[in-house]
């Protein structure tokens, strides 16, 4: 069984910075791609950014490329996404969530269906 535990949000200012990070625990999960998604209210839950098992390849949402970055650490199994210059539309619930899909390419690994484990989100709130 895996399981992914969120924490690091919270309320910051618009242009502040946060940072995100995801504990996993389970078999096999070190082998696994991990995700970023976000979810406001009133939305459907969008894609933010992913890492490959490795940590050598990741892949963005355009909506945060340049001002996010994701990374893992594999020793302590470990994800984290690098939030810098928030805006108020970065403003949601954001849900770390690993997948069986190895084999993927970053880029394929952009839609909620390709995950199998999600965490249960940790709240970002950015004030204009």
């Known amino acids: 069984q895996v399981q992914l535990v969120e924490s690091g949000g919270g309320l910051v200012q618009a242009g502040g910075s946060l940072r995100l990070s995801c504990a996993a625990s389970?078999?096999?999960?070190?082998?696994?791609?991990m995700g970023w998604f976000r979810q406001a209210p009133g939305n459907e839950r969008e894609f933010v950014a992913t890492?490959?098992?490795?940590?050598?390849?990741?892949y963005y949402a355009d909506s945060v490329k340049g001002r996010f970055t994701i990374s893992r650490d594999t020793d302590k199994n470990t994800v984290y996404l690098q939030m810098n210059s928030l805006k108020p539309e970065d403003t949601a619930v954001y849900y770390c969530?690993?997948?069986?899909?190895?084999?993927?390419?970053?880029?394929?690994?952009?839609?909620?269906?390709?995950?199998?484990?999600w965490g249960q989100g940790t709240q970002v709130t950015v004030s204009s």
């Open positions: 890492v490959s098992w490795s940590g050598g390849s990741t």
């Open positions: 969530a690993a997948s069986r899909e190895y084999y993927r390419s970053s880029y394929q690994l952009t839609t909620d269906s390709r995950y199998d484990y």
């Open positions: 389970g078999r096999a999960v070190s082998s696994y791609p």
